[in-house]
């Protein structure tokens, strides 16, 4: 069976401050996709990263960064420098290969609150 | 271009009540999700249109959900005799084909209050 954990449910830092959020994983497939979604105050789900199964390389993208490790199941995201914008929920999801639907398997989410 | 659009983006209902809602995804996207989230939790799968047909419907709690998607593009999601655990934020998604690699986008997603 498939499952994602994100075990902090809030997190709260200070402006400029670096931040890491976890997320573990539980499938059987040997070929997925992993997913972060970012969702603000506005309600609308907006995409932020897809890494496969097969890449474990670690992606940055301006102040953002995440690093995947099959060998602990785990799909980290962590905010440089963080901004009061930053602040939101924040989802891992998982996609199985094998399933029909395709469809995403979401964590409980990461509330991120950054204090100006 | 456009993203995923859904209406109404709030619902108040009574108890008992029949209520529909819609979502209009991105054009040419023939894989379209619904999903529901609850107040502190993540979206949850409730079916997958790969065209005009149900792919897949396991995610639909009972026989009072019914979804739609006639001419595969714009689909309605169908709620009889509603209940206030129905109440949820009900977002649709779409995607290019469906295959699991590809990103879905999400609609603002409608808010439904079952009082």
């Known amino acids: 069976a498939q499952k994602v954990t994100q075990a902090q449910t809030e997190i709260s830092v200070v402006e400029k401050e670096d931040v890491t959020l976890d997320c573990v994983y539980e499938?059987?497939?040997?070929?997925?996709?992993l997913f972060w979604y970012k969702q603000p105050p506005s309600g609308e789900l907006v995409f932020l990263i897809r890494r496969n199964s097969f890449d474990e390389q670690n992606e940055i993208s301006g102040r953002y960064s995440w690093n995947f490790q099959k060998s602990t199941s785990s799909f980290n995201f962590t905010i440089t420098a963080s901004q009061v914008v930053d602040s939101a929920v924040y989802f891992c999801?998982?996609?199985?290969?094998?399933?029909?639907?395709?469809?995403?398997?979401f964590g409980t989410g990461t509330r991120l609150t950054v204090i100006p | 271009g456009a993203g995923v659009s859904q209406t109404p983006s709030n619902k108040v209902t009574e108890k008992g009540k029949y209520v529909e809602l819609r979502c209009d995804p991105i054009s040419g996207h023939t894989a379209l999700y619904w999903y529901r989230q609850s107040l502190g939790q993540g979206p949850e799968f409730l079916i997958y249109?790969?065209?005009?047909?149900?792919?897949?419907d396991s995610g639909l709690p009972n026989d009072r959900f019914f979804a739609v998607r006639p001419e595969g593009s714009v689909s309605t999601l169908k709620i009889q005799r509603t209940e206030r655990g129905d109440s949820a934020v009900y977002l649709c998604?779409?995607?290019?084909?469906?295959?699991?690699?590809?990103?879905?986008?999400f609609g603002p997603g409608t808010r439904l209050l079952v009082l």
């Open positions: 998604a779409s995607s290019s084909s469906g295959v699991a690699w590809e990103t879905q986008y």
């Open positions: 499938t059987r497939d040997t070929t997925y996709y």
């Open positions: 249109f790969q065209g005009t047909g149900a792919a897949d």
């Open positions: 999801a998982l996609s199985e290969a094998g399933a029909g639907a395709n469809n995403l398997f």
